[in-house]
């Protein structure tokens, strides 16, 4: 079976283990949340209620919510189209399955191609293997969001994951001081380069789902975003985990590290917030957290600086040339 295969097989499987989930999901995304059947025999006027009891309906969000939890997940759906086409092509040197690029039926944004992107010839099994695992969940984290979004969704934005000397990535690298100003990051060349560019998402992805989980109303959706910052957080912390290991033996890749860190944060405004996979001396720092043990959140303005690579407020650039689908699609103003 080859590894395009797999990907669709592992999105199968998560499609029918989460099937319940997204009906749910659905019903939220738009205000249709269902009261307790007590309370609807009562209204309609069937059985025989019991004195005692009372059964107080949930209320369904209002409208101005639904169209906010509508954004924040459609914000969401972009940065995991990002991902899970740089880990599609890494992997199978083919991007996600076209039925899961295009707006719902409700939606008018366009559908916007990918540049770059090509299989990675890995020499670690271990990193090939912990590619194809994250390449299946951020596939299905597209199928997820897409779902509960259902007419809402819009279609995947323009991408660039090209590794050229005019790609997001060496963009990214010069600024960053990992190559020169005239030289090349190609993240699909090697196993460090793959882990590098895997490292650049991954810390921003956790960040961007912990910022938005105060701006999700309903509950389930609550649930289902949760679900995903504790998977992205897994992924980050396991590419982190990965790449402190092999910097042990090859000390450039610690110190790349943190330069994407250090760009991220001038990126991202004045504060310092990033955090690279070396602390003190030479201590690991694999959980970049606060004094209480927490992971910070980026605003959506703080992300799309990251993505955009730009420090003011625009509404495309980067990893975005034409910027996100959605509502939010303009960076923050440092």
């Known amino acids: ?113 990918v540049t770059g992107g090509r299989q990675v010839t890995f020499t670690d099994p271990v990193v090939q293997q912990y590619a194809r695992e994250i390449a299946a969940d951020e596939i299905a984290h597209v199928a997820l969001l897409r779902s509960a979004l259902g007419a809402a969704a819009v279609a995947q934005p323009a991408l660039n994951i090209d590794g050229s000397a005019t790609g997001a990535f060496t963009a990214l690298a010069r600024a960053a001081g990992i190559v020169s100003s005239t030289g090349t990051f190609d993240p699909y060349l090697n196993d460090e380069n793959f882990l590098l560019g895997a490292y650049i998402f991954e810390d921003v992805g956790v960040t961007a789902y912990k910022g938005a989980a105060a701006q999700i109303n309903t509950a389930l959706l609550i649930d289902a975003a949760a679900g995903i910052l504790a998977t992205e957080a897994y992924h980050a912390g396991l590419i982190r985990t990965v790449l402190y290991s092999k910097g042990l033996t090859t000390p450039s890749l610690r110190t790349n590290a943190g330069l994407i860190s250090d760009a991220r944060d001038s990126l991202d405004g004045t504060t310092d917030l990033d955090q690279g996979i070396v602390g003190d001396a030479t201590m690991s720092n694999l959980v970049p957290t606060d004094s209480n043990g927490l992971i910070f959140g980026r605003t959506a303005g703080q992300v799309l600086n990251i993505v955009y690579l730009n420090r003011n407020a625009v509404v495309g650039g980067g990893f975005f040339p034409n910027g996100f689908n959605g509502n939010i699609r303009t960076s923050a103003a440092s």
Do not use: K
């Open 1 to 113: 079976m080859i590894d395009s295969d797999l990907l669709l097989h592992a999105l199968d499987a998560s499609e029918r283990r989460r099937s319940e989930r997204r009906a749910f999901l659905r019903s939220a995304s738009t205000a249709t949340l269902a009261v307790g059947g007590s309370a609807l025999l009562a209204a309609c006027g069937g059985g025989t209620p019991t004195p005692t009891s009372t059964v107080t309906p949930t209320p369904s969000p209002s409208s101005t919510a639904v169209l906010q939890d509508q954004d924040t997940l459609n914000f969401a759906l972009n940065l995991e189209y990002l991902e899970a086409q740089f880990y599609s092509y890494a992997v199978t040197g083919a991007g996600i399955p076209a039925v899961l690029l295009a707006n719902g039926n409700g939606n008018t944004t366009v559908q916007g191609s």
